[in-house]
């Protein structure tokens, strides 16, 4: 377990009491290379929202990288530090769950916007998410995510549909999402549970459904995910654990097997800040 | 147009009724403009219909009519005791001639033994049909109804009122993707992107129904789409939407040989992949939409071109 006291950071309200403004996260473990292109699209993000007096940050959280990125980190903190950019650097690794709800507590407001090393953000959008989330009062929004591959002709799109009851059997929402705080502390953030090693995103999405939370899809543009052979996650790893996993999700949440005739609150949620629901 | 020219004359148009709502708003498009010209028209499902006398039968697409059926059998039965009480029956089509899903309805037809195919669109396909489909192909330009003529400036809201710089709704393919990740890097990221994974089009989702989807267009200066096939059409629903929801229709035209017809309606709209950031970036919105509606409004109504398409028959 993490020792929190270790950490020179310490938020100076309560989490009752958050101040309005989004911190955009970004854990990050041995993403050195890419660590630039995600800072960069994330102090650009808090910008946008800043022109809008919209409080907002960068945390990076550094899950005890070997590969040189906290020397990195630290000249951009450096360079950045007026800009709204923090570094957790911490001692010891462990795992993406645990800095995921390190975040959650230690984040300076009220909205956070996960995104991963590998993942840019579309900053000129940002704003459009944040509309959303205040307007909707969800736990959860997310948009379009474009993925791209290695090679040029590789482009394809995910976490571009509404809650749909065929999620309880595969996952199509990424962690790449702008999140309530408080919602998120009320269903106690992210479970770790070694049948849900690698998606735990999806077990936290199941359980907001789970327990009545709003997920409102947004149908706008908000990243960019660059598939690189280690954003999988590890096929022989996860084929392991389906069975348990499919077991895992059945007896949580679908233990009389009606979700499929039931819609959560969260069902089809689609909303745009210039339209409204959709 | 003489409004009484149908009168006395009884239709029947079946529509899918449960997937391709498409289908069932041109079914009842189709209804409005016979209904102007004096006939007396019943708007029906396969499940609905009475068998009675009528002196013309118009089945909105066939293989959207047998997948609402969910049965190929049950529907050319239907089909074949629809013939034993109308005096004339006739498909109507609104796609390409040469994509896949037309092949299931042209084999339907031939199987219930029908030899009118009335294409609606704005360009007549003849000539890229096969001799098989030539056989049977009528052509019918796909006009506005009197109400929509109408209502075609209702919703000519100024730019400020239209937040939404472009909007791209449809389901998820490759080429599509292509195009979009051209689209969101050359002319701009932040406009309404709907794309859902390949499900039937129905009332309930994951589409936008026709409702949601004209609210959005409402707040929105450019509707972009291009055919989930590689087949040049024209597609004259979403032009006429875009019209009615006072917004201005870009085509992307993915087929790779690009050259098409340019005296074809509305031709400086589409524009190749490769050419269409350059070609949005030099319309000026409200004077597009003005010439857009302007000519629409001068082809032939539907009513008059499907008085022409039953003339044409006999």
């Known amino acids: ?278 | 147009m003489n409004t009484q020219v149908l009168k006395g004359v009884r239709i029947l148009i079946i529509i899918p009724g449960t997937v391709s709502y498409f289908y069932d708003e041109e079914g009842r498009r189709v209804a409005e403009a016979l209904r102007n010209l004096g006939g007396c028209v019943d708007v029906e499902t396969l499940r609905s219909y009475t068998p009675q006398p009528y002196d013309w039968c118009f089945l909105m697409n066939l293989s959207e009519i047998e997948f609402s059926m969910q049965s190929k059998a049950k529907t050319l039965q239907h089909v074949r005791h629809i013939k034993s009480f109308a005096t004339r029956v006739a498909m109507i089509l609104l796609e390409s001639v040469e994509m896949k899903w037309f092949f299931q309805s042209l084999q339907l037809l031939q199987e219930a033994d029908i030899d009118i195919l009335l294409d609606l669109g704005f360009h007549n396909q003849y000539e890229r049909a096969t001799p098989e489909t030539r056989k049977v192909y009528h052509f019918i330009f796909n006009g506005l109804t009197k109400s929509e003529r109408e209502a075609a400036y209702q919703m000519f809201t100024p730019l400020e009122e239209r937040p939404l710089p472009w909007t791209f709704v449809g389901h998820l393919t490759k080429e599509r993707m292509r195009f979009l990740n051209k689209l969101t890097e050359n002319l701009s990221r932040d406009g309404f992107l709907y794309l859902v994974h390949f499900t039937p089009v129905t009332e309930t989702g994951p589409h936008l129904n026709q409702e949601q989807f004209f609210t959005v267009l409402t707040r929105t200066q450019y509707k972009i789409w291009c055919s989930h096939h590689p087949f040049f059409y024209i597609e004259s629903i979403r032009f006429r939407m875009a019209l009615l929801a006072g917004t201005v229709p870009m085509k992307v035209n993915l087929d790779p040989h690009r050259a098409f017809d340019q005296s074809l309606p509305f031709s400086y709209l589409i524009h190749h992949e490769d050419d269409f950031h350059d070609a949005i970036n030099q319309l000026d919105f409200e004077e597009t939409r003005q010439k857009f509606a302007t000519e629409f409004l001068e082809y032939p109504s539907l009513e008059a071109s499907l008085l022409d398409g039953l003339n044409r028959l006999g």
């Open chain 1, 1 to 278: 377990m993490l020792n929190k006291n270790r950490l020179n950071h310490t938020p100076n309200h309560t989490l009752r009491n958050m101040p309005t403004g989004v911190s955009i996260v970004i854990p990050n473990w041995n993403h050195e290379y890419l660590l630039p292109r995600s800072i960069q699209s994330a102090l650009m993000g808090a910008k946008q929202l800043q022109q809008h007096d919209i409080p907002a940050d960068v945390l990076v959280i550094d899950d005890h990288s070997r590969d040189g990125s906290l020397t990195l980190l630290r000249q951009l903190e450096a360079l950045y530090f007026d800009d709204g950019l923090r570094l957790i650097a911490l001692p010891e690794n462990v795992g993406v769950v645990a800095v995921r709800n390190l975040a959650l507590e230690c984040a300076s407001y009220r909205y956070i916007l996960f995104m991963d090393a590998d993942n840019e953000l579309i900053p000129e959008n940002i704003y459009m998410f944040v509309r959303a989330i205040q307007d909707t009062e969800a736990a959860m929004v997310y948009g379009n995510l474009i993925r791209r591959g290695p090679v040029a002709a590789y482009v394809d799109m995910f976490n571009n549909e509404s809650f749909q009851n065929h999620i309880f059997q595969r996952n199509y929402i990424d962690t790449f999402s702008l999140y309530d705080r408080h919602q998120i502390f009320d269903v106690r953030g992210y479970q770790s549970i070694p049948m849900m090693q690698s998606h735990e995103d999806w077990e936290l999405i199941l359980h907001l459904a789970a327990s009545g939370r709003k997920m409102v899809f947004v149908p706008v543009l908000m990243g960019i995910y660059y598939d690189l052979p280690s954003s999988f996650v590890n096929p022989t790893r996860s084929a392991e654990f389906e069975f348990e996993r499919k077991s895992y999700i059945d007896r949580v949440f679908n233990q009389l097997g009606i979700r499929f005739h039931q819609e959560p609150n969260t069902y089809h949620l689609r909303y745009h800040p210039d339209v409204g629901y959709i």
